[in-house]
């Protein structure tokens, strides 16, 4: 795979990042639209939805960034392998999301992953950061009842700002009694998670599920 130079970090409240999205006609993307749904949040090169994608043909997968020239990466090697259940866009997620998930059959997002959110160290840089409330509340509004999300971080103070933003919105129900989750529920660990666990590095994980019926 070839990997172009790209920037570490961008600012995604900059002026360049607001431009809306013109979601794709997902009957030319997915070869079954009506599959359930995970959507990954800043997926980088998309390594992890690669390797979901190919171990789990019943979901369709979607990831998002921010960084465009990752995203191109992504689709040529999705396009390699031949994955007609996996797509990447490039956007901003804090304001994509509801054209994005509104563009694609109803009912279908039941799983949501952010793993390793950029941490914005700096105070003043921290609205920066990708889980705020209004994503939050747009998780909540889309996600199925019983659906997941998967939280996962190096950087405690920052696995711990995301989990309190979901533990704190009556929709959600956390799962598990320990303070964090000691493995991946997933069969696929990150690029950063791996070099994280390579280090021997803590992983702060925590999973909620969207309260209400599950459709029978
Ligand atoms: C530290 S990387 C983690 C990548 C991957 N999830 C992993 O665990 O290896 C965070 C990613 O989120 C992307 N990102 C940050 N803010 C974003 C936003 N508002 N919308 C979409 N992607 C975003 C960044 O460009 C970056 O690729």
């Known amino acids: 795979m070839v990997r172009v130079r790209v920037r570490q970090h961008v600012n995604p409240l900059s002026y360049a990042y607001q431009t809306p999205i ?16 995970h959507l990954d949040i800043g997926c980088a090169w998309g390594r992890f939805l690669l390797q979901m994608a190919g171990r789990e043909p019943d979901w369709n997968f979607l990831g998002v960034e921010i960084r465009e020239p990752l995203v191109e990466t992504a689709l040529a ?7 007609t259940n996996l797509h ?14 509104e563009s694609l059959p109803p009912g279908i997002l039941h799983r949501v992953s ?15 950061r990708v889980v705020q409330p209004e994503l939050v509340e747009n998780v909540v509004k889309y996600l199925v009842p019983g659906g997941m999300v998967f939280l996962q971080s190096d950087v405690h103070e920052v696995a711990v700002e995301m989990r ?5 919105h009556p929709g959600f129900e956390r799962q598990g009694e320990a303070e ?12 950063r998670e791996q070099s994280t666990l390579d280090k021997n590095e ?13 459709p029978g």
């Open 22 to 37: 013109v979601p794709p006609t997902w009957s030319q993307i997915y070869t079954n639209p009506a599959q359930p749904l």
């Open 77 to 83: 090697e999705r396009d390699e392998q031949q994955l």
């Open 88 to 101: 990447f866009i490039f956007c901003n997620i804090n304001h994509a999301f509801a054209p994005l998930i």
């Open 114 to 128: 952010i793993q390793f959110p950029d941490p914005w160290f700096k105070k003043r840089h921290q609205k920066r």
């Open 164 to 168: 309190d933003r979901f533990a704190e």
């Open 180 to 191: 964090w989750l000691p493995e991946n529920p997933l069969p696929v660990a990150t690029e």
């Open 202 to 214: 803590p992983v702060y994980r925590v999973v909620f599920l969207k309260k209400g019926e599950i």
